[in-house]
């Protein structure tokens, strides 16, 4: 015969009167508040936010968009609404770069020749297994992460001019509004000791094909010269002063 037991649970927050004796003298801690539920709010209607700056900041591109016809009454705001949305186009435009982009053959029209009027790039023609191609694009990397307005692609050579000789690489062409601009044959073309400050200098000498994304005019050769020479300046004396450094501990 199968035995049933049954507990009985009173309702949540309830307590005995001899429980609560035992509160009084000490032997039980106190009971626990009974749980209300928070009160209702109703969630906010975006309609009845005020129209403000603050409003249009929480606005994605899309929506900005959108709103063009919503703001004319209110030249303030439309007015603000576009320099919103420039300041966006601006900023995507600056950060769709920042890496070295491997491209094919087929690439190369699309990549590098219809790029943008207002954009510089910098191809590095290479092949793998070539120590100075190796160490030139340890350079460009660099300079791609640093200059994220400018673009950086990489091709094979002989992708790129079939037949090219292995000893005219690594090579380095700078393309603006489709034209050729400069070219870099091999290793000599950077110096004895390549570094990415040095790879800068050199670029930039002719023509600023560097461009950070930090100033939003277009910007003058002396001005990105002049960058590139602070940064060359400033790592020099780093590896200054790290010489120094392993001197002294070396005494």
């Given at each position: 015969m199968t035995d049933y037991h049954f507990v009985y649970k009173d309702v949540e927050g309830a307590s005995t009167q001899w429980d609560d004796i035992q509160?009084?003298?000490?032997?039980?801690?106190?009971?626990?508040?009974?749980?209300?539920?928070?009160?209702?709010?109703?969630?906010?209607?975006?309609?009845?936010?005020?129209?403000?700056?603050?409003?249009l900041d929480s606005k994605n591109e899309d929506e900005l968009e959108d709103l063009e016809d919503d703001l004319d009454d209110d030249r303030f705001l439309e007015e603000y609404r576009k320099?919103?949305?420039?300041?966006?186009?601006?900023?995507?435009?600056?950060?769709?770069?920042?890496s070295v982009v491997p491209i094919s053959g087929s690439d190369f029209v699309r990549e590098v020749s219809q790029a943008p009027s207002d954009v510089w790039v910098v191809v590095i023609l290479y092949k793998d297994g070539i120590a100075e191609c190796g160490v030139l694009m340890q350079c460009i990397e660099e300079l791609a992460t640093r200059y994220p307005a400018t673009k950086f692609v990489k091709?094979?050579?002989?992708?790129?001019?079939?037949?090219?000789?292995?000893?005219?690489?690594?090579?380095?062409?700078?393309?603006?509004?489709?034209?050729?601009?400069?070219?870099?044959?091999?290793?000599?073309?950077?110096?004895?000791?390549?570094?990415?400050?040095?790879?800068?200098?050199?670029?930039?000498?002719?023509?600023?094909?560097?461009?950070?994304?930090?100033?939003?005019?277009?910007?003058?050769?002396?001005?990105v010269i002049e960058g590139v020479r602070r940064k060359f300046i400033e790592k020099v004396v780093v590896d200054h002063e790290d010489c120094d450094d392993d001197g002294s501990s070396s005494d």
């Open positions: 509160r009084k003298l000490g032997n039980l801690p106190e009971k626990p508040p009974a749980f209300k539920p928070p009160p209702f709010a109703a969630a906010p209607d975006p309609d009845s936010l005020p129209k403000d700056k603050a409003w320099k919103r949305l420039a300041e966006m186009k601006e900023a995507a435009k600056v950060l769709r770069f920042g091709i094979i050579s002989t992708d790129c001019i079939p037949n090219y000789p292995d000893r005219n690489l690594p090579t380095v062409l700078v393309y603006n509004n489709g034209a050729v601009k400069g070219n870099y044959v091999g290793m000599r073309s950077f110096g004895r000791r390549c570094t990415p400050e040095g790879v800068a200098l050199i670029l930039c000498q002719s023509d600023p094909v560097l461009n950070d994304g930090q100033n939003r005019n277009e910007q003058s050769r002396e001005a």
